[in-house]
Structure formats: structure tokens, C-alpha cells
């Protein structure tokens, strides 16, 4: 379960480096930008969404628990 959480949070930061990338990139000549940085910022929400469904998931079928902060009165 720690490898797919860490799988998906590399690609959350890949998508979200490759967006920076192309946001900073000009276009070549006509200054035409392509779509690439709205398509990377997309997978990047989907990626979050889906990493935090399986988290959900994950925690509804028992596979993680959550240890909580112990407080102190």
C-alpha cells in the first residue's frame, strides 16, 4: 500500500513539474501555445482525486488504520 501512495504522489509531482514546464515555455514563432499544460494540470487533479479514493478505500476496508496524535487533557 506504501508503494501506490508513493507511486501516485511522484506522479502528482511529475504532472505538476511537466504543467510548470510548459507554462514556462514559449511557443515556437506565432506564439500559438499548445494544450500541453492544461492536459498535465488535468492528470494531476486525477491523480489526486484517485489517490485520495483509494485512500478512502483503503481505510473503509480495513487495509489501513489511521494512529491519530494522542491528546492530552
Known amino acids: ?13 511529475g504532472a505538476l513539474g511537466a504543467a510548470g514546464f510548459f507554462m514556462l515555455r514559449k511557443g515556437r514563432g506565432d506564439g500559438k501555445r499548445s494544450p500541453n499544460m492544461a492536459r498535465a494540470l488535468a492528470l494531476r487533479v486525477a491523480l489526486s482525486v484517485a489517490l485520495f479514493l483509494i485512500i478512502l478505500l483503503s481505510w473503509k476496508m480495513g487495509w489501513i488504520h489511521p494512529t491519530g496524535l494522542p491528546v492530552r487533557s
Do not use: E, S, T
Not at 500500500?1 to 509531482?13: E, T, Y
Open 1 to 13: 500500500m506504501r508503494f501506490l501512495i508513493l507511486v501516485a504522489f511522484l506522479g502528482i509531482l
